[in-house]
Each structure stands twice: as C-alpha cells, then as structure tokens.
T-cell receptor, first 112, second 116 residues
Framework: KAGVTQTPRYLIKTRGQQVTLSCSPISGHRSVSWYQQTPGQGLQFLFEYFSETQRNKGNFPGRFSGRQFSNSRSEMNVSTLELGDSALYLC???????????FGPGTRLTVL | DQQVKQNSPSLSVQEGRISILNCDYTNSMFDYFLWYKKYPAEGPTFLISISSIKDKNEDGRFTVFLNKSAKHLSLHIVPSQPGDSAVYFCAASARAGGTSYGKLTFGQGTILTVHP
C-alpha cells in the first residue's frame, strides 16, 4: 500500500506571497492532519480534516487554512507569508477512530 | 506550556546494548501514547504505541512502558543497532471526550546515536 505523499517536496517563496501544499493520504484513510515543524517550536498541530470537514484546529493565525476533497486528498494554504513560516510542513493520515498517524515526507518551505 | 517533554536532547549507546528513551507528560487527559522515529529530511515513522489501560507494549526489539501515576513513559530498544540512529519523538493524544480529533502533541525529540 502506498504511503502518504506530499507535493512539492521543496518550495521557496518570498514574504507576502501565498503557498499551497498538497497531501494524498494512504488509501482508505479519511482523516488528514497537518503539522508544522521548526527548530524552535518542534512539531506543532495545525488542523485536522475528515470527510471534507475541519474537526480540529491548532493555535495558528487565520493565514493558515486548509481543505479536504471528497477523495480525502488535502491541501493547506498559507497566505501573506512571513519569514517565520519557514518550516517543514508535515501531513499525516489515519483511519477514523485510530490515533496512529502515518506521516508523509513533508514539504520544506523557505520564505525569503 | 510544553505538555510532553523529552528532557534528554541526545543519547549515545554502543551497538548491542539497550537504549532507553524517556518522556514525561503533564496533561492527565492524555490516554494514548506513541513513539516515532525520524531521519533528516523525512517524515516521522511510527514505531509503537500504548493505551493508558496498559503499562507495557512490545513489538520486536521495541518495548514501551507507561507509568500513569508518574506521567512517564519510556521506549526500550534491545539490542540497539547503528540503523536505529535517528531522532525519536514521543507523542500523546487525548482520545476520550472526542475533542482532540487528529491532534498529537509531540515532545521535542531525543537524538539517538548507536555506535558500532
């Protein structure tokens, strides 16, 4: 079974721009969670989607948003990028009712 | 407010010996715990988990112990192998109550180095 895939793997943007990251979960997994990893803050939960609905959200500003499609694929969007948004963005999928999440390789975002 | 803490930033072990990675938590609502292993430029890989109704779970060379009264868990790797060298994260979730959908709270990680 294929794992979680994320595209693109690397991205360079400048301040003020916006970015969209994509995540395809493991087949059959309908829950998708997003995390931000930085050296200072570690792995921080952004939000979770299930059946195209956001069920949970972390403590991030409204510039961070996401959505999920009917095939469970998910996207996250960051608008008005700031230097501090430079991070590894990780997507994870799980079966509904399970807390075991399986992570993708991540998208490394650099904001200049 | 760091609810999950891994107080040892690094651990160095000889090949064949036991590696013990520790994790403490403060939130008594956490009832499910996981360990992940991460290599640079890759996403975390799930290793093993434990529910709060258990105090031990084994999977091959990996054993996780949970001490609920002390709010402490540990991961034992026996025997340690050079390929185990990576960053290890413990994570926790609060399943009961249904308000923490999809949210894992992670520790800061421990860098394990296994020397041949």
């Amino acid at each position: 079974k294929a794992g979680v895939t994320q595209t693109p793997r690397y991205l360079i943007k400048t301040r003020g721009q916006q970015v969209t990251l994509s995540c395809s979960p493991i087949s059959g997994h309908r829950s998708v969670s997003w995390y931000q990893q930085t050296p200072g803050q570690g792995l921080q939960f952004l939000f979770e989607y299930f059946s195209e609905t956001q069920r949970n959200k972390g403590n991030f500003p409204g510039r961070f948003s996401g959505r999920q499609f009917s095939n469970s694929r998910s996207e996250m969007n960051v608008s008005t990028l700031e230097l501090g948004d430079s991070a590894l963005y990780l997507c994870a999928s799980s079966l509904d009712g399970s807390d075991t999440q399986y992570f993708g390789p991540g998208t490394r975002l650099t904001v200049l | 407010d760091q609810q999950v803490k891994q107080n040892s930033p690094s651990l160095s072990v000889q090949e064949g010996r036991i590696s013990i990675l520790n994790c403490d938590y403060t939130n008594s609502m956490f009832d499910y715990f996981l360990w992940y292993k991460k290599y640079p430029a890759e996403g975390p890989t799930f290793l093993i988990s434990i529910s709060s109704i258990k105090d031990k779970n084994e999977d091959g060379r990996f054993t996780v112990f949970l001490n609920k009264s002390a709010k402490h868990l540990s991961l034992h790797i026996v025997p340690s192998q050079p390929g185990d060298s990576a960053v290890y994260f413990c994570a926790a979730s609060a399943r009961a109550g249904g308000t923490s959908y999809g949210k894992l709270t992670f520790g800061q990680g421990t860098i394990l180095t296994v020397h041949p």
